[in-house]
């Protein structure tokens, strides 16, 4: 695919994507990880394919909302661990590629200047959790969960989740999360305002539709201040975190402590 010569949104087919499905009905754009046989873990390629389709739905003006969803029974459980056992632990160079990737995928999903809604499918895990805070509303299906496992894998969930727990659940909460381990339900995650909605899986499309309905009917530049507005507290944590912790989880990949737990994890699910 060559480079356009000004910002040029795509015909979604022109675009190649392995992982992901990304699909334009105007005014709504969806983006969907399309892993189910990993339960949408990302790796690489996913990261980077969901930044280029955020990229292409920031420059076209015909939509106004995105929704970022998942395959199968899960939403999204995070990084794949496969891949990091191959190609990341002991090797703190490609890891800190691998995170500038995920940056990246973070950045322009939050700055796309559209409302962005999560429609969370299934379980919601680690990074999962962290790309669905990423947006601006979240509607979950109700018999489904949310995690964090960062602390049982050797990896701080440094990407969102220590950022924005706090500023969206409050303190306490924040790390009863992060550092128990637990699983959150849909209820009380509706509870805590870590998403909007929970709802029965058949009322989740509806869910979704009146969400994307009303928000299109908004004036696009009004929302897109507002939006940058809203993100002050978001920003200002990313920014002044998501550049050290870069540094220090690639720095980890050479410790025992993440190989260890990543190899005892995969031989369980071997």
């Known amino acids: 695919m060559t480079e356009p010569t000004h910002p040029t949104p795509r015909d979604p087919a022109e675009l190649g994507f392995e992982t992901i499905v990304y699909c334009k009905d105007a005014p709504r754009a969806t983006i969907t990880l399309n892993r189910p046989e990993v339960l949408n873990a990302f790796d690489f390629r996913m990261l980077r ?4 389709a955020c990229e292409d739905a920031s420059w076209d003006d015909s939509i106004r909302v995105v929704v970022v969803t998942g395959t199968g029974r899960a939403f999204c459980v995070g990084a794949d661990l496969k891949s990091w056992q191959a190609d990341y632990l002991g090797r703190p160079g490609e890891y800190w590629k691998w995170f500038g990737a995920f940056k990246d995928a973070h950045d322009r999903l939050r700055e ?15 990074g999962g959790n962290e790309l669905q805070m990423a947006c601006d509303l979240a ?5 489904a969960f949310i995690r964090h496992v960062g602390p049982e894998h050797g990896s701080v969930p440094a990407g969102g989740a220590t950022q924005w727990l706090p500023v969206m659940v409050g303190d306490r909460r924040a790390r009863e999360i992060l550092l128990l381990c637990e699983q959150i339900p849909a209820a009380k995650a509706a509870e805590w305002g870590l998403i909007n909605r929970a709802v029965p899986a058949a009322e989740l499309d509806g869910a979704v539709d009146e969400l994307v309905e009303s928000l299109a009917r908004k004036l696009p530049q009004t929302v897109r201040y507002t939006k940058h507005q809203l993100n002050f507290w978001r920003d200002l944590a990313w920014h002044q975190t998501v550049g050290h912790a870069r540094d220090w989880l690639a ?5 025992d402590e993440p ?7 995969l031989e369980r699910r071997g």
């Open 49 to 52: 394919e969901l930044a280029r």
């Open 112 to 126: 796309i200047g559209k409302p962005t809604i999560a429609r969370i499918n299934g379980i919601c895990v680690g």
């Open 139 to 143: 509607v979950m299906v109700d018999d």
């Open 251 to 255: 720095l980890s990949m050479a410790t």
């Open 259 to 265: 190989a260890e737990a990543v190899r005892s994890f």
